[in-house]
Every structure is written in C-alpha cells, then in structure tokens.
C-alpha cells in the first residue's frame, strides 16, 4: 500500500496538499510567496478599532493607507462580536455615513483594496455592478485566463467565438480541448462575454 507524501518543509509531518507542501504551506506560499511566511497578526481585541479612530480616520495623505493586521484575500478584516467582517466597510461607514441602502458596497477608489488599503478617502459607497466596472477599470477583476480554472487564453477564447457557426461545436471543443458544453457558453455569452470575436 502506497504511503501519503509528506510536505517537504523540514520537521512537518502533515500530507501534501499541492507542490510538494500541505495545505498550510501551500496557502502561504500562494497568499505571501513563501511557505514559511505567515499573514500579519491578528489584532487583540479592541486593538484594531483603537488603529481605525487615532490613525485611520485621522489620516490626511494622498497614498493608500495600509492595513496592519489579519486580513483575507488581501482585503483588511476586523472582528466584530467574534465573526471576521471588512475592516473597509467599517471606515467607510464612520467616514461617509451609513450605505443608502444595504445592497451598497465599500468600493476603493483606489483599486488596492485586495492590497489592504484603509485610506478613507479611498472609499466610497457604490451598487455591485459599479464595483464591478471598478475593478475591471482598475485590473483586478478576476476574469478570462488570470481565473485559475480557465484552460483557454482570452485570444483562444476569441478564436472559439469567431468560429460560431462555422463547424460544429464538438469539432470546436476538441480543436481547444474543452467541452461542447464550454463552447456553448462562450457562443452564447454566458462566458468571455466581454469579448468580441477574433477578426
């Protein structure tokens, strides 16, 4: 019977869970660069919302403003009654004053907000869809091939679209090597739909 692999980093004895590394080291490498490095501290309780009032809300320079503690996906978090909620909305709410309704979104202005900025004057109350055209404004929408699970490029993707109509799906599909049923997503626009076919 085969044995599991071990992670590869000295004096851990826990399973691999990709590259060579269990699950910890492997997020930590994917999140920091490096397997030994961890995320910065969690703040104490209290501690975090001291950081918000003395220097958050009182901060007047231009540059983004960055979180000093545990954040998720980059994006900055604070504890409040025991659960993990943004940090960003927080400031936004005592410097701009409650969302006009509860579907509205702490937006950055400032496209870092994957990066931990707190900036006051980077946030901004918007829908989700003016989120969204932010975030493709800014580049850090993740869509066509810097999405993880994308086996095509955004030029194959326009090459799969160009074709529509042209041969049958099937014959697309195993021309990329994706299925009929991708194709179909793309000929329709439930995929890639901001692209315009190859010329």
Known sequence: MATKAICKIDGCSKKVHGGGLCNTHYTRKRLHGDPLKSGPPRAAAGEARRFIDAVVLAHEGDGCLQWPFATGGGYAQIRING???PAYRLVCELAHGAPP?????ATHNCGRGNRGCVHPGHLEWKTHKENMADKILHGTHIRGERCGTSKLTESQAREVLRLKG?????????????SRAAVGYIHRGARWAWLEPSP
């Open 166 to 178: 042209s041969k049958p799906q099937r014959e697309i599909a195993a021309e990329f090597g994706i």
């Open 83 to 85: 659960k993990a909620s």
């Open 101 to 105: 309704s509860p579907e509205y979104e």
